[in-house]
């Protein structure tokens, strides 16, 4: 592997909570996601992967050696940060060259590489400008092409995108996925946002309250999610609250589904996951798991419409999404539903 964690735990020294028996592995030229909500622990691992932070227990190496105590500029990491870190007084030629020259390469080496990056990244004809002078986007192209012009053993890019407008976000969302298949770069890519996280990374790993909850590839983590918790992380959802009645009988307190209860025993507690998409809008009466309740909140997307979907005899909606609503009722498939554990410590 090209970098791994191996059951590495740190603790920042105001007890702020930084992570817990981390394990993870990124391959060579693999893109990795590390998603979780603000304080989950999801820089902490960037940062320790960089060297920004020192005493941790357990092992990290990159490309099978540990680096514990190498400094930050002998890991051979490039590291791209949300608010850009180019050098304002150097040209956009410059910028890129400079992590070269730090590493002793020739004048006219440096030169030509920097030009052959910034080719690749659609900035060739703006190598003598001003990152000043340059957009958002282009300076987080910039940015890309400096940390990729030395090969480095491990790319980290921690929410690159977060400071930019959407469309520009999803353009350059697609050329990083593009570049960084090109240049084979093992990537570490930290984020909060899903549709990030999902559409260009091979695996993600969905992190809270310091620990690892989930590792899989997006599709896997969208269909089939660990827990609720990393389903509420993965995709829009409606998690309902149960208690499995018999095997493939589950009941959430307003009605009784059918669904694939799996190992789970009679009486358990769990969490039954539906996604929005999922959902049959005014089906027949005897259709299976129909839910009768009436429409709720609806907000308009264009190609579909998301919109809330009340139960009889409850308050909280269920969310939906298609092209026609539900005015009267809805049913979601036993195949399209996920019987998940229950949080601990939680009863109904």
Known sequence: MSLEFQNVSFAYADAQR???????SVAQGELLA??????????????????????????ISIRGTDVAGVPVWQRE????????????????????????????I????????????????????????????????????????????????VLL????????????????????????RACNATTLLVTHDQDEALSIADRVAVVD???????????RLYDQPASATVARFVGHSCVMPGRVLAPGLVDVSFAVLYANTGAFRIGEKVDVLMRPEHVQPDPPEATLNRISGRLGEVRYFGATSRYDFIPQGVSQPLLCEGRRLAEHGIAVAPEHLRVLPAPRGISL
């Not at 959407?166 to 990083?176: E, K």
């Open 18 to 24: 930084g992570i817990d028996a981390v394990t993870l």
């Open 34 to 59: 590390v998603m979780g909500r603000s304080g989950s622990g999801k820089s902490t691992i960037l940062r320790l992967t960089a060297g920004l932070l020192d005493g941790y227990r357990g092992r």
């Open 77 to 104: 990491v490039g590291m791209v940060f949300q608010q850009y870190a180019i050098f304002p007084h150097l040209s956009v030629l410059d910028n890129v060259a400079y992590g070269l020259r730090m590493r002793g």
């Open 106 to 153: 020739s004048t006219a080496a440096r030169r030509s590489l920097a030009k052959e990056m910034l080719e690749r990244v659609g900035l060739g004809e703006h190598a003598d400008r001003r990152p000043t002078s340059l957009s958002g986007g282009q300076q987080q192209r910039v940015a890309l092409a400096r940390a990729l012009v030395f090969e480095p053993r």
């Open 157 to 180: 890019l921690d929410e690159p995108l977060a400071a930019l407008d959407a469309g520009i976000r999803q353009q350059l969302r697609d050329q990083i996925r593009e570049l960084q």
């Open 209 to 219: 309250d310091g620990r690892i909850l989930q590792v899989d590839t997006p599709q």
